[in-house]
């Protein structure tokens, strides 16, 4: 089983739709959680970073973490074709210095006009 | 701010032959780099950690010998993958963090370098 886990998609919606992204994982020492965003040939670009449980907004993105079920999402409000990427989950354990990030395998999001 | 460069973004090479890229911190002092491999639909797999000034900690799996990382600087590290073979093809993806970085959870990308190696 792998550590963390993403639908690879992809995932087609129509302008405006509210996008909603997920992953789940398996090592309960996880506490920080990113989202970053990888357009085609690019390098990943860090989205929003969450520390535990709760929910954390940054304009139309709102990231949540459920710890008890071992979920976290990245909503997408009033997507635009602009959003059209790849979406990476990463997470870290608490391990400060010497942590390292692990990702999800990327869920590719199309946003069609 | 906290910007990253890769070069080259595309290197073809033959078999047997080494390549190098660079990966440099533009505008901020790394003070730690990354080393990922990404094949496609695929994740970022870790390689390697390195601290300007002393030797990387290679991932388990990853051999340190065929993949030569030199932190030369706080603003330069460079991966040379030896006597490549087509199975080291893949997309090569470097990261920094800053002193203001949130930890190594708040890492910045470069673009990445595609080695085809034929």
């Known amino acids: 089983q792998k550590e963390v886990e993403q639908d690879p998609g992809p995932l087609s919606v129509p302008e405006g739709a509210i996008v909603s992204l997920n992953c789940t994982y398996s090592?309960?020492?996880?506490?920080?959680f990113m989202w970053y965003r990888q357009y085609s040939r690019k390098g990943p670009e860090l989205l929003m970073y969450?520390?535990?449980?709760g929910n954390k907004e940054d304009g139309r993105f709102t990231a949540q973490v459920d710890k008890s079920s071992k979920y976290i999402s990245l909503f997408i409000r009033d997507s635009q074709p602009s959003d059209s990427a790849t979406y990476l989950c990463?997470?870290?354990?608490?391990?400060?210095?010497?942590?390292?990030?692990?990702f999800g395998t990327g869920t590719r999001l199309q946003v069609f006009p | 701010g906290a910007v990253v460069s890769q070069h080259p973004s595309w290197v073809i090479c033959k078999s047997g032959t080494s390549v190098k890229i660079e990966c440099r911190s533009l505008?901020?002092?790394?003070?730690?780099m990354f080393w990922y491999r990404q094949f496609p639909k695929q994740s970022l797999m870790l390689m390697a950690t390195?601290?300007?000034?002393?030797?990387?900690?290679?991932e388990q799996g990853v051999e340190k010998d065929k993949f030569l990382i030199n932190h030369a600087s706080l603003t330069l590290s460079t991966l040379t993958v030896t006597s490549a073979h087509p199975e080291d093809s893949s997309f090569y993806i470097c990261?920094?963090?800053?002193?203001?970085?949130?930890?190594?959870?708040?890492?910045?990308f470069g673009p990445g370098t595609r080695l085809t190696v034929t």
């Open positions: 090592n309960s020492a996880f506490q920080y």
């Open positions: 505008d901020f002092q790394a003070t730690t």
């Open positions: 990463a997470m870290s354990d608490v391990s400060y210095n010497t942590d390292k990030l692990i």
């Open positions: 390195s601290n300007e000034g002393s030797k990387a900690t290679y």
């Open positions: 990261s920094a963090t800053s002193p203001y970085s949130f930890g190594s959870r708040e890492q910045y």
């Open positions: 969450t520390y535990s449980s």
